[in-house]
């Protein structure tokens, strides 16, 4: 396939000379004008030309590009990685399911971080000054990893490597997904209240009674109305309160929602 | 169409149940009036609005505890989940995407805004608290929405405002703010580059719906900060409260006397007060600071039993450090005038 270099001159030897404003391929495609430069922008989708006034177009071939993401989305792909894959710069296998798909970058990139790891953060004994907890490495050793989980036992990182952001991602994913499967199968509000307490101390943080509570309480209640309001804590700037920031927003919406559903149907049993 | 005003008589029914975290009451009597006619949006505007306004005061007034406030907040959104419920509207006016400015964690606020929207017939996504700018960016990336309603109830988080503004507009999608924090008018959505301000749900959807039918151009007045001092504000705050600190001591010597935690509450309130000067030089806005936020320390300090003439001392010590900072030195000397002449008024 050749492609057009960004401030090139519209050829003919590109065998698909025809080209068209973004609005056409807009229109082609059913996609807005801002979702179109925005997946050219990031993605690196769409491959315009210019015209001699310096105008981009665009051809066929880009078309083509924007239905193959739009029918990986429809197969169940996030469009990040959908729009990566047919970019050409995912490895993974188009079969794959979103899923395989980040377990399969999260290792890859695991992978090339500790290959990167100079020799001198490998003294043994060292606590690593993420402040992550020890049980965390225990998300290497799950079943499928093509890693080398020795190697990785043997990693006490001095200061937060890509090996060590790897691994929280991983461990943040681990734990919101963990907590939100649990929050399907609640009986009772309470439980949701556990499943965010236990999400929040495994990423880090403690909670408090909100009576108790000082400025490093973030002021948002785990407890939804039943019983005593419960706040998050976390010591600003640490590592703790970054991972807080990040996934508990999504978390606690997610609990709130299956707190409704759980007050709705008994609201309808009687 | 004929609805039943929702009285004062009923907002304090309902106040009385917040107060005896009685939720089940309170969700009677939200269905009782929905019964009666009442539609989901005058319930959030008539009821639940009215009735966390009161809720506020009282915590002000050091009539309810943190913990009050909280489990009153529960439960009020609880009441709004379950009139929510009843929210039968087509979602054919568009996509729209609602979420708190990042760091604002007060979300309540802005859920009833999804739920007015989606009375309106809007299809809402509502991200909830806080949401982090890139995480933000990458939804709207994805979800192809009308507009991005980013709401802010804490003025020190229009930081975090401006940031939530500037990730939505980078992917091209056109953003209108509101919250208490944005003040009475659109001056300070402005400064900060939003694309539209809205003073109430209502106008909000109205807007939406503008925007619907003739998009804005995304990002037309982009932020514009007049300089850099609120950054340079920001970085510095660590070592300028340990040094107001410093100052206090000579203006207080009783402050020897103080523990561990009531340093540490000080430190708080300190930092505090830093933080607002920075969101009123941010948004070039002196009200925020001077007609906002100094009566509503002077209320929240003096219902705690200190004397008002606390404020104008404390904001004196924080003047003496402020070194290199013009603009917010100006500030602190205007309000220390403001809010000596009203404790003497006092």
């Known amino acids: 396939m050749v492609k057009a270099e960004s401030g090139g001159v519209v050829s003919s030897q590109d065998g698909d000379p025809v080209t068209m404003p973004i609005g056409e391929v807009a229109r082609r495609t059913g996609m807005t004008v801002p979702t179109l430069r925005a997946w050219e922008r990031r993605y690196g989708l769409l491959f315009p030309v210019r015209t001699a006034g310096g105008h981009r177009r665009y051809r066929e071939e880009d078309v083509r590009r924007v239905l ?32 395989d798909e980040l377990r399969d970058r999260l290792w890859a990139a695991l992978e090339q971080a500790l290959r990167d790891l100079p020799a001198e953060t490998e003294a043994a004994g060292e606590s690593p ?48 997904h963990q907590a939100t499967r649990a929050l399907l199968y609640i009986t009772s509000v309470r439980e949701a209240t556990e499943i965010l307490v236990a999400a929040v101390q495994r990423l880090g943080g403690t909670t408090i009674p909100a009576s108790q509570a000082d400025n490093w309480a973030l002021p948002i209640d785990l407890s939804f109305g039943d019983g005593e309001p419960i706040l998050p804590v976390a010591e600003p700037l640490s590592l703790a309160r970054m991972q807080l920031e990040q996934v508990l927003p999504g978390l606690i919406e997610d609990a709130r929602r299956a707190v409704q559903l759980l007050r709705r149907s008994e609201d309808l049993d009687g | 169409m004929q609805q039943p005003r929702i009285t004062t008589a009923e907002v304090e029914r309902f106040v009385d149940h917040l107060a005896r975290r009685d939720r089940r009451s309170a969700v009677r009597q939200a269905l009782g009036l929905s019964e009666a006619g009442s539609s989901v949006q005058d319930l959030v505007l008539g009821l639940l609005v009215p009735a966390q306004v009161e809720v506020g005061r009282r915590w002000a007034a050091n009539r309810w505890s943190v913990a009050d406030e909280h489990a009153a907040t529960a439960i009020t ?53 806080s949401t982090p700018a890139n995480h933000l960016r990458r939804f709207v990336d994805e979800v192809g929405a009308v507009g991005v309603v980013v709401s802010c109830s804490v003025p020190i988080f229009l930081s ?5 503004i500037q990730a939505a507009q980078a992917e091209g999608v056109p953003v209108l703010v509101g919250g208490r924090a944005f003040g009475p008018d659109d001056l ?3 400064r900060l580059g939003a694309d539209g301000w809205a003073p109430d749900p209502v106008a909000a959807a109205h807007l939406l719906g503008e925007w619907r039918h003739q998009p804005p151009t995304v990002g037309k007045q982009p932020a514009g900060m007049r300089d850099a001092e609120p950054l340079e504000l920001e970085a510095a705050e660590p070592e300028l409260v340990e040094a107001a600190i410093s100052e206090l001591f000579l203006r207080f010597p009783s402050l020897a006397g103080y523990n561990e935690t009531q340093l540490a509450r000080t430190r708080e309130d300190v930092a505090y007060i830093l933080q607002f000067l920075e969101a009123a030089l941010l948004t070039d806005d002196s009200r925020l600071f001077l007609d906002e936020f100094l009566p509503w ?33 100006d500030l602190i000397l205007r309000g220390r005038q403001l809010t000596t002449d009203r404790a003497l008024d006092s």
Do not use: K, N, Y
């Open chain 2, 77 to 129: 959104d609880a009441v709004l989940a379950a009139v929510s419920w009843r929210i039968e509207a087509a979602e054919d006016q568009g996509h729209v995407v609602v979420t708190c400015a990042e760091g604002e964690w007060h979300s309540l606020p802005a859920r009833m805004v999804a739920e007015v929207l989606r009375v309106h017939g809007w299809l809402v996504t509502f991200l909830g608290a």
């Open chain 2, 160 to 164: 975090g405002a401006l940031r939530s």
């Open chain 2, 297 to 329: 320390l002077t209320g929240v300090l003096t219902s705690r039993g200190l004397p008002a003439a606390v404020v104008p001392v404390g904001l004196e010590a924080l003047g003496a450090v402020l070194d290199g900072f013009p603009r917010a030195q």
């Open chain 2, 188 to 190: 300070r959505a402005r």
């Open chain 1, 129 to 176: 000054a993420t402040g992550q907890p020890e049980a965390s490495a225990g998300a290497l050793e799950a079943p499928g990893s093509s890693g080398s989980p020795g190697r990785v036992a043997a990693v006490r990182p001095r200061r937060r490597t890509a090996a060590a952001a790897g691994r929280q991602d991983l461990e943040l994913l681990q734990a919101t």
């Open chain 1, 68 to 99: 193959a993401v739009l029918e990986l989305v429809r197969q169940g792909w996030a469009v990040g990685p959908a729009a990566r894959q047919v970019a050409g710069r995912s490895s993974a296998s188009p079969a794959a399911r979103p899923a």
